[in-house]
C-alpha cells in the first residue's frame, strides 16, 4: 500500500508567522502535489512537482512557495501566513508512467492562522 | 477552462436506499476519471476510476459509476446505502497528458437510519 505521511498534524500560527509543511512519500512516486480544502471549494491546487528540484504552478498558488527536495520529500512554505490561508492541507502522490493512476494522499494538517 | 461539477453540496437518504450523486466536467479531450471518498478526520481515498471500455465501472463496497460521454458525466451509484457510507464524496478528473486532478465541490452524504 502506497504510503504519504504529512508532519504536523495540527498547526496553529499567528498572522506574519512563518510555517513549513512536510510531506514525504515512500513510493517512489514522481509527482507530488499540495491541495488545500475549504467548505464550499473542494480541493483545490496549490503547487505540484515532477521530481527532484521541479516545481509547477497550481491554481490557488499566490502567498504559497513549495520546495521538492528529494524524490521523497515536497515541503509548502507560507512565509508570512495570513488568517486567509487557515486551512485544511493535503498532500498526494502519484506515479508518472501513466495518467489514469491514482493519486495517493496523506492523511492531512490543519493549519489556523489566527 | 477545464472544471468539474458536483452540483449536490449535500445529500440524505435512507439506510438501505438507492444513491446517485452526480459529476459533470467541461472540456473536450479524453478525460481520465475518479471518485474519491474522504471519511471524517481522514484523508481521501479511491472508490472507482475510468479511462477506457466499459462505460460502467464498479468500485470498492458496492459503489460503480457510469461514463456517459454525451452528457459529460460521470455519476456514482450504489444500489444500498449503509449507514457507514456517511462521507464526503469527490468526483476528480485528469484530462490526457496533463499533470493535474481537477476536484468538484464535494458532496457530504448523510444517512438517515
Known amino acids: 500500500e502506497a504510503a504519504v505521511t504529512q508532519s504536523p498534524r495540527n498547526k496553529v500560527t499567528v498572522t506574519g508567522g512563518n510555517v513549513t509543511l512536510s510531506c514525504r512519500q515512500t513510493?517512489?512516486?514522481?509527482?507530488m502535489y499540495w491541495y488545500r480544502q475549504d467548505t464550499g471549494h473542494g480541493l483545490r491546487l496549490i503547487h505540484y512537482?515532477?521530481?527532484?528540484?521541479?516545481?509547477q504552478i497550481g491554481d490557488v498558488p499566490d502567498g504559497y512557495k513549495a520546495t521538492r527536495t528529494t524524490q521523497e520529500d515536497f515541503f509548502l512554505l507560507l512565509e508570512l501566513a495570513s488568517p486567509s490561508q487557515t486551512s485544511l492541507y493535503f498532500c498526494?502522490?502519484?506515479?508518472?508512467?501513466?495518467?489514469?493512476?491514482?493519486?495517493?494522499f496523506g492523511p492531512g494538517t490543519r493549519l489556523t492562522v489566527l | 477552462a477545464q472544471s468539474v461539477t458536483q452540483p449536490d453540496a449535500r445529500v440524505t437518504v435512507s439506510e438501505g436506499a438507492s444513491l446517485q450523486l452526480r459529476c459533470k466536467y467541461s472540456?473536450?479531450?479524453?478525460?481520465?476519471l475518479f471518485w474519491y471518498v474522504q471519511y471524517p478526520r481522514q484523508g481521501l481515498q479511491l472508490l472507482l476510476k475510468y479511462y477506457s471500455g466499459d462505460p460502467v465501472v464498479q468500485g470498492v463496497n458496492g459503489f460503480e459509476a457510469e461514463f456517459i460521454k454525451s452528457n459529460s458525466s460521470f455519476h456514482l451509484r450504489k444500489a444500498s446505502v449503509h449507514w457507514s457510507d456517511s462521507a464526503v464524496y469527490f468526483c476528480a478528473v485528469r484530462w490526457y497528458n496533463q499533470g493535474k486532478l481537477i476536484f468538484g465541490q464535494g458532496t457530504k452524504l448523510s444517512i438517515k437510519p
Open positions: 513510493n517512489s512516486h514522481n509527482y
Open positions: 498526494a502522490s502519484r506515479t508518472r508512467d501513466w495518467g489514469g493512476a491514482e493519486q495517493f
Open positions: 512537482s515532477y521530481g527532484a528540484g521541479n516545481l
Open positions: 472540456y473536450s479531450g479524453t478525460p481520465y
